[in-house]
């Protein structure tokens, strides 16, 4: 008895080994499945921090290169040249262009962003920069502020100075642009210069150039042409005969009242070339439609801002009641944007289109006038909520064959000088 109860004891006490050692092995098993784990998921939180780190450091780099060529456009961005000027522009078009797209879109400084290079604004060589040499003795030099877009400056500028070589084949036909930001955006991007008007009279000079006729396409006497007629004078003695003819619209005058033969026929060029660009007939038919056009001038603070009156004395002179004037910079105030919608929606008009007042329809007839942003003409338009329909027609000027017509009259007047 004693024997078998002893048997039984150690029976029991093996199986309880048998047991302790199996419950010892499957809970090492399982601390040893938690650690591997533990260490797979600091790995992936690791692994997912360098990512951040370097997508972050990505992003840093990516900024930079940015801020690097915005730096430099804005470097080129001022209104005068230097013996460095052709260098900068070289090397920030090569900085631009190295960057990736997504670089490009943050391009942000002063004066720069994206569409400094990339905004396509037509093609630059339907162009004629000319500042070629071998000029004769007998020059044309046609002075504008100038534009950085491609198509305007073709159809406008180019426009003009074309007409008056077509007018007078025994003369050579140059160009001058005053705004050295522009000449520097156009060399930059498209990789050729214009001449500044130093350059240009200095070119004038080293070809021997004996009889010189400068034709202003300004507007008015304003600013540019008082800035104009600086330089010309400091050049005047270098030359048999120098004769400057008249801007676009003629002598400004005392007041709102003062209009001339220029004006009348500036309003009436401008404005069949807005109703023949229209569905309509006539500007009759406009008006009976319940629309008006509205033209947008840069404006100036200068004295010649009564310009601008005086083309709306025009209008109404010529019995266009629903053509009104208006201005970028609202000087005068009567031609500021909330004036202007003011006088369309109290007189009754429901319908508008916006054109530019201006040789060239370049940055402030795409962006001012008919840009998207809300500061916009046409953004604030249709803000007021007062009209059924604005359009735009974004055309210059300078494209229009009876205002390329004048230009080459007061050439002639120049001439005859």
């Not at 150039?209 to 004078?233: F, S």
Request: charged share 30%; hydrophobic share 40%.
């Amino acid at each position: 008895m004693k024997r078998k109860l002893a048997m039984l004891l150690a029976g029991v006490m093996v199986f309880g080994l048998l047991t302790g050692c199996g419950s010892s092995t499957s809970t090492t098993t399982e601390t040893t499945e938690e650690a591997a784990s533990e260490e797979e998921e600091a790995e992936e939180v690791e692994e997912e921090e360098e990512l951040a780190e370097e997508a972050e450091e990505e992003v840093d780099a990516d900024q930079a290169a940015a801020d690097e060529v915005a730096a430099l456009i804005d470097a080129i961005y001022v209104q005068e040249w230097t013996e460095d000027t052709a260098d900068q522009c070289a090397a920030v078009k090569a900085a631009w262009d190295a960057l990736t797209d997504e670089q490009k879109e943050l391009v942000e400084g002063e004066n720069a962003d994206p569409d400094y290079f990339g905004r396509d604004t037509g093609d630059a060589s339907l162009d004629d920069a000319r500042n070629q040499d071998d000029i004769g003795e007998n020059e044309i030099l046609v002075v504008s502020f100038g534009t950085s877009f491609n198509d305007s400056r073709v159809t406008d500028i180019k426009g003009i100075e074309d007409a008056l070589a077509e007018a007078y084949p025994d003369w050579s036909v140059r160009r001058a642009f005053t705004a050295q930001i522009i000449i520097n955006h156009i060399l930059a991007r498209e990789g050729y210069q214009i001449d500044n008007i130093d350059q240009a009279l200095q070119r004038a000079v080293d070809n021997g150039v004996k009889n010189l006729v400068v034709q202003p396409t300004h507007l008015m006497h304003g600013a540019e042409y008082d800035e104009m007629m600086e330089a010309v004078e400091s050049y005047a003695d270098q030359f048999e005969t120098v004769s400057v003819a008249e801007p676009l619209l003629g002598e400004v005058g005392s007041d709102a009242s003062v209009i001339n033969e220029d004006k009348a026929a500036v309003a009436e060029a401008v404005v069949a070339a807005a109703v023949e660009d229209s569905d309509y007939d006539s500007l009759d038919a406009m008006a009976e439609d319940g629309m008006a056009i509205v033209l947008m001038g840069h404006g100036t603070s200068h004295t010649a801002n009564v310009t601008y009156d005086q083309m709306q004395t025009q209008m109404e002179e010529l019995g266009y009641e629903n053509v009104f004037i208006g201005t970028v910079e609202g000087e005068p105030e009567d031609t500021e944007c909330s004036v202007v919608i003011e006088k369309l929606a109290e007189a009754g008009y429901t319908k508008v289109i916006l054109r530019p007042l201006m040789v060239v329809a370049g940055d402030h007839a795409n962006n001012d006038m008919a840009g998207d942003d809300e500061d916009s003409w046409k953004s604030m338009f249709e803000a007021s909520g007062s009209f059924e329909s604005i359009e735009t027609q974004i055309a210059g000027l300078g494209r229009i064959e009876a205002v390329q017509a004048l230009y080459v009259e007061h050439t002639a007047a120049a001439m005859a000088e």
